[in-house]
Every structure is written in C-alpha cells, then in structure tokens.
C-alpha cells in the first residue's frame, strides 16, 4: 500500500510496505507541500518517485529481482542527490527534469560499462548492465529520434547563434535545459560537433 506522510519538520515521505516490510522515499520541503523549483507544481515534482515507488512494490511482489535491484539503486542515488541539494542555494528536492538528467547518467554509466565487459570478455555481466538499461529507460519519456535530434539541434543552433565549437557548451546546456530527458545528449552532442566543426 502506498501512502504519503508529512512530518512535522515538513518533509515528505512515500512509504512502499510489502510483506511487512517499509521502504521510504524522503525528501525535504518547506510548508505542507514544499516550493516547487523551476516552476514545477509539488504534484508534477513527484510523478517519477512515485513511479519509483509503484515499479518497487509490483518488482517485489513478482519476485523480479532484477528490476527490484535496478530500482533500488534509482532511489539510492536520488536520496544521495537529494541530500546534497539540500546544502545548496536552492534546498528543494530534485523536479523530474532533474530526476531525467539523473536517469540519463545512469543510462550512460552502464552503456560503458557494457562495453568494457564485452571488452574483457564478460558477457553476463555486459548482459546485467543492458538489463538494468532496460529498467532504468522504461522511466525515460519516448527518446527523439535521428530526425528530431538534428532539428531540436539546428533550432538552438539558431537561437543562440551559435557560431562554432567555442560554443558547443552553450548549445548543448540549451539542448538539455529544453529536452531534458527526451533527447540523447550523447547523439546530440555529435550532432552539434558536426554542425559546427
């Protein structure tokens, strides 16, 4: 059963309890609900942990350690970027916009990781990281594709004025504020090397 909580020291708790045991989601807030950063609405802010949450207890209850483990690891490293965010100038918790980019680092990470496996000859560990790619990209809204890539990046090209690699960082900081978690930055970065080299 999922149910939500609000402390007196007004942080937000998603308790997940299967089979007697609680796993918690915790994030700090100011008020009853917390400021929404970026203009993000509190009930927009927690439409990702809450999927985080839901995808837990059905793993669990299907005995499906993979996507159990894969999950788990999602709300470890949030509850790592959570805690740090709350030392910073703005202490909301991380928006879903954010919690993409996070995804999208995951991704990337074990994209790596595969490939030196295959590398080394490992295979059933390269197959082990495809499969929490797997886990992790269910999340992700549907990915632009080539066609889409290119012309998200001729647009901010164009706005920005972009006029060559010195300004690769500009175009792609603008690229993943306007597509974050919609675009492959790894594919869009070549497209940009291209369109300004």
Known sequence: MLRRNISASAFIVNCVTIDHIEFSITY?????????PSGIAGEEREMLREAFAD???TAMRARDQRTTSTVR??????????IAQRSTASPEPLGDPDILRLLQAMIKQRRESA???????RPELAAQEREEIAVIESFLPEQMGEAETEAAV??????TGAAGMKDMGKVMAALRERHS????????????KRLLG
Not at 73 to 82: E, G, H, S, T
Request: charged share 25%; proline share 0%.
């Open 154 to 159: 001729q647009a901010v090209i164009a706005e």
């Open 55 to 57: 995808r837990l207890k």
């Open 181 to 192: 978690g919609t675009i492959d930055l790894a594919r869009a970065g070549g497209v940009v």
């Open 73 to 82: 690891l999602i709300l470890a490293a949030l509850k790592d970027r959570d």
């Open 115 to 121: 490939a030196l496996y295959e590398q080394g000859k």
């Open 28 to 36: 700090g807030g100011s008020g009853a609900m917390g400021a929404a």
